[in-house]
C-alpha cells in the first residue's frame, strides 16, 4: 500500500495569491515528511480549488486560463506535483455556457493542471446542453495532443462531495484550507483475496489490513491538523489499482468470485469489496469504492482486450463501484453526441442512487475500435480502444 495523494483544498482566486500558495505547498512538504517518516511511500501531492463558476462570473473570458497558467507556475515553484483548477457547476438552468473550448485549451497548455465539471448537485437538474459541451470539451483535448493523452487531466463529475483526495474531480470547498489522503492500496485486496479461501475470513482480513496500516496515517493527519490548524477531512481507502497484475483491483475480484473480471459474480465481487470499505473504522472522504480505471489497471485491461468487459458493463459495476467510467479508451472519432450519451447515462445512474460518479473518456486520435493504446507513463497501461454504439439522443440534444 501507498499514499497515492495528499491533497490540499485551498481557495484559488484572482489575483493569483502566490504567498498562499507558498504557504499550502509548505504544508504539503511538511505533510509529505511527517508520512514518509512512518515507512509509508508518498507518490504525489496535489492542491485542488474552488469552483470556477465565481472565476467565471468575476473575471470573465480568459480568467479560467490565467488560473491554469498561475497554478501551473505556482505548482513548479512550490514543488506540488498537480493541481486542479477547481470543478466547474453546469448543474441546472443557469449553467454557464461556451465554456467548452476555453476549459479545454486551459488544461491542455499546462502539464500539470487538472479540471473537472459538476454536472449532477442536490436539487438541480441534469442540463443537457451542458453536458453537450463537456463532450465537446473532451474532444478538444483528445485533439491537442497525439494520443489524446491530455484527456486524462479532465472528467465530468456527478454527486461529488468536496475537498475529496483523488482527480481530476477533486475541488475544494471554499472553507479553510483543507486535506485529505488518497491510497493506492489495491494490493491488500489481492493479498487478502488471494490467500484466504473462506469469504468471511478474506473480508475480516482486508478490513483489519486497512485499519492496520491506515491508522499510522491517519494519526500523522491528526497531528498535522491540531499543529497548523488545516482540517482533516479524511482519507478516501478506495483501493486504487496500478498497472501491474499484484496491484489489480480486477484481479483481487477475480481471486473473490473464481473467474475472469466480466464473468457472472463481478458485480457481486465488487460490492463485497465495497461492504469491506464502509466497515473500516477511519475518518474517511471521497468515494470510499472500488475503482475501475482501465487504463490504469493491467488485468482489467487485459479482460477489455479480451473481450471480457464492455462499456455497458462498466456502467452497469457502476452502480456498486466507486468512480464510475474511468480511463476509458474510446475510438478517435467519436461524436460529440455519442460521448455526450455516455455521460448522460452516468449522470442518470448518480442521480438514480445518490452516489458520486465520474466519467473520465480518452477518445484516442486515429484510432478504432480494436487498436491498441500506445501511452508510455508509469501510471497508465495499454489496452484495446473500446467500441461505442452510435446513438442520437435527439429529443435530448436536438437534431
Known amino acids: 500500500m501507498k499514499v497515492r495523494s495528499i491533497?490540499?483544498?485551498?481557495?484559488?482566486?484572482?489575483?493569483?495569491?502566490?504567498?498562499?500558495?507558498?504557504?499550502?505547498?509548505?504544508?504539503?512538504?511538511?505533510?509529505?515528511?511527517?508520512?514518509?517518516?512512518?515507512?509509508?511511500?508518498?507518490?504525489?501531492?496535489?492542491?485542488?480549488?474552488?469552483?470556477?463558476?465565481?472565476?467565471?462570473?468575476?473575471?470573465?473570458?480568459?480568467?479560467?486560463?490565467?488560473?491554469?497558467?498561475?497554478?501551473?507556475?505556482?505548482?513548479?515553484?512550490?514543488?506540488?506535483?498537480?493541481?486542479?483548477?477547481?470543478?466547474?457547476?453546469?448543474?441546472?438552468?443557469?449553467?454557464?455556457?461556451?465554456?467548452?473550448?476555453?476549459?479545454?485549451?486551459?488544461?491542455?497548455?499546462?502539464?500539470?493542471?487538472?479540471?473537472?465539471?459538476?454536472?449532477?448537485?442536490?436539487?438541480?437538474?441534469?442540463?443537457?446542453?451542458?453536458?453537450?459541451?463537456?463532450?465537446?470539451?473532451?474532444?478538444?483535448?483528445?485533439?491537442?495532443?497525439?494520443?489524446?493523452?491530455?484527456?486524462?487531466?479532465?472528467?465530468?463529475?456527478?454527486?461529488?462531495?468536496?475537498?475529496?483526495?483523488?482527480?481530476?474531480?477533486?475541488?475544494?470547498?471554499?472553507?479553510?484550507n483543507a486535506f485529505s489522503i488518497a491510497l493506492e492500496a489495491a494490493d491488500l485486496a489481492v493479498e487478502a483475496f488471494g490467500k484466504t479461501p473462506e469469504l468471511e475470513l478474506a473480508c475480516a482480513d482486508l478490513k483489519a489490513a486497512f485499519e492496520e496500516r491506515c491508522r499510522p496515517i491517519e494519526e500523522v493527519c491528526l497531528d498535522l491538523a491540531a499543529r497548523y490548524g488545516w482540517r482533516y477531512i479524511g482519507m478516501d481507502i478506495s483501493p486504487a489499482p496500478f498497472p501491474r497484475p499484484e496491484v489489480s483491483i480486477a484481479a483481487a475480484c477475480e481471486h473473490l468470485g473464481g473467474g475472469p473480471f466480466g464473468s457472472p459474480g463481478t458485480l457481486t465481487a465488487v460490492r463485497t469489496i465495497k461492504r469491506v470499505l464502509k466497515a473500516v473504522e477511519l475518518r474517511k472522504c471521497g468515494f470510499c469504492g472500488v475503482m475501475l480505471p482501465v487504463l490504469e489497471d493491467s488485468v482489467l485491461a487485459s479482460r477489455v482486450s479480451e473481450g471480457r468487459v464492455t462499456l455497458d458493463q462498466l456502467l452497469h459495476y457502476s452502480a456498486v463501484c466507486g468512480t464510475g467510467l474511468d480511463t476509458i479508451p474510446l475510438p478517435g472519432a467519436a461524436s460529440e453526441r455519442q460521448l455526450a450519451a455516455v455521460m448522460l447515462d452516468v449522470c442518470t445512474l448518480s442521480a438514480a442512487l445518490n452516489k458520486p460518479l465520474t466519467a473520465r473518456l480518452m477518445p484516442v486520435p486515429g484510432k478504432v475500435a480494436g487498436d491498441r493504446t500506445d501511452f508510455d507513463s508509469p501510471y497508465f497501461g495499454n489496452a484495446l480502444i473500446m467500441p461505442l454504439p452510435q446513438g442520437s439522443m435527439r429529443h435530448f440534444f436536438g437534431d
Open 7 to 176: 491533497t490540499a483544498g485551498a481557495n484559488l482566486f484572482l489575483p493569483f495569491d502566490a504567498s498562499g500558495f507558498s504557504a499550502v505547498g509548505e504544508f504539503l512538504k511538511l505533510a509529505k515528511e511527517a508520512v514518509s517518516r512512518r515507512g509509508i511511500e508518498v507518490q504525489t501531492t496535489r492542491v485542488a480549488g474552488d469552483r470556477l463558476n465565481g472565476v467565471l462570473d468575476h473575471h470573465g473570458k480568459g480568467a479560467v486560463a490565467e488560473l491554469a497558467a498561475r497554478l501551473d507556475a505556482a505548482c513548479r515553484s512550490e514543488g506540488v506535483d498537480l493541481g486542479s483548477i477547481g470543478t466547474l457547476d453546469i448543474a441546472g438552468a443557469y449553467a454557464p455556457t461556451g465554456f467548452a473550448s476555453e476549459l479545454a485549451a486551459a488544461v491542455a497548455q499546462n502539464e500539470r493542471v487538472f479540471a473537472s465539471v459538476l454536472a449532477v448537485y442536490p436539487g438541480l437538474e441534469v442540463n443537457y446542453a451542458a453536458v453537450l459541451e463537456t463532450a465537446r470539451a473532451v474532444l478538444d483535448l483528445s485533439r491537442s495532443s497525439s494520443n489524446g493523452f491530455n484527456c486524462r487531466r479532465f472528467a465530468l463529475g456527478a454527486h461529488i462531495p468536496p475537498d475529496g483526495p483523488f482527480f481530476p474531480s477533486a475541488y475544494h470547498d471554499g472553507g479553510p
